[in-house]
């Protein structure tokens, strides 16, 4: 009688195992989901921000002033280094999506990103002198307001995913096949029209 119990201790707890491991993997490929639709939505931003440059900033290095009170200059060739990094950035996290260190760079270059932008749009000139066009602001502003339900949706896959790992007794199924926790990525508010 004894080994019968012993038997359906061991069947219990490893139909519970084999649950709780199934449950990990789809919680992380939900977390890799969202990262994809967050992605795509992201190379959107990156493309339209780096089409933004004038044309002798597009695909070269990043460019120096042609003297160093020319704030204008200083400000694309800020936004284009700052593209770029949120380039990497991005890249890297695409590469790890759960990799928390690779979240909080694309964070912060998303910051950086953003903070350029706005030092441009003050500036409200390329670096030939002409006006940016209005609808630029406009454009900006839906490429941000399109990204923060989908930041929004990986945050909260991430949520999930990293309670999951933290929970008794999965925690110890987590530490044996080397489930982490995930990093979230800090979702940019919409203040592209306070700077202009």
Known sequence: MSSLLSWALLAVAFFWAVGAYNR???????????FAALDAQLVRQLVWVQGSLPPALRGAAPAQPARADDA??????SLQAASEQ???S?????????????LAALSAARGVLETSWQRVW???EDPDGLA???PMLGQHEQLLALALPLCE?????VRGYNEAVV???AVLLARLFGFRQAGTLVPMALVAGEGA
């Open 90 to 102: 991005l890249a890297a996290a695409r590469a790890r999506p759960l990799d928390a260190a690779a």
């Open 122 to 124: 003050t500036l409200g």
């Open 153 to 157: 949706a990986f945050n909260g896959a």
């Open 132 to 134: 940016l066009p209005e």
């Open 86 to 88: 949120f380039a990497h």
């Open 24 to 34: 990990l993997v789809r919680l992380r490929a939900q977390v890799g989901q969202a």
């Open 72 to 77: 204008v200059g200083a400000a694309w060739a």
């Open 167 to 169: 929970q008794f007794p």
